[in-house]
């Protein structure tokens, strides 16, 4: 399973920008996906989290202005940002958890590469 990011870029603060991610592989299904981030000197952290019943989990820090949103079909997870700030500036790497793959005993999680989002103000 390999999961493959891309949307991040640069942008000014108040723009928006759209991270997607696809999940290739034998994926049964994907309990939660969802997108972390980690600034320069700083723990990685959730922003945003959405499982396959739909019910989402949005950090305090992005609630209202971030939107995730999944197709299932695709086995892609998507996080719609707007109203960006610079505090946003971060790699943000996309993450399955609990992810049931054919052929493979268990759940596994996974991790994409990383995309990088540059808010400049």
């Known amino acids: 399973v390999q999961l493959q990011a891309s949307g991040g870029g640069l942008v000014q603060a108040g723009g928006s920008l759209r991270l997607s991610c696809a999940a290739s592989?034998?994926?049964?299904?994907?309990?939660?996906m969802g997108w972390y981030r980690q600034a320069p000197e700083k723990q990685r952290e959730l922003v945003a989290a959405?499982?396959?019943?739909?019910?989402?989990n949005i950090a305090d820090s992005v609630k209202g202005r971030f939107t995730i949103s999944r197709d299932d079909a695709k086995n892609t997870v998507y996080l719609q940002m707007n109203s960006l700030k610079p505090e946003d500036t971060a790699v943000y790497y996309c993450?399955?958890?609990?992810?049931?793959?054919?052929?493979?005993?268990?759940?596994?999680?996974?991790w994409g590469q990383g995309t990088l989002v540059t808010v400049s103000s």
């Open positions: 993450n399955a958890n609990n992810v049931y793959v054919a052929g493979l005993h268990g759940v596994r999680t996974y």
């Open positions: 592989g034998r994926i049964i299904r994907a309990d939660t």
């Open positions: 959405l499982t396959s019943g739909g019910s989402p």
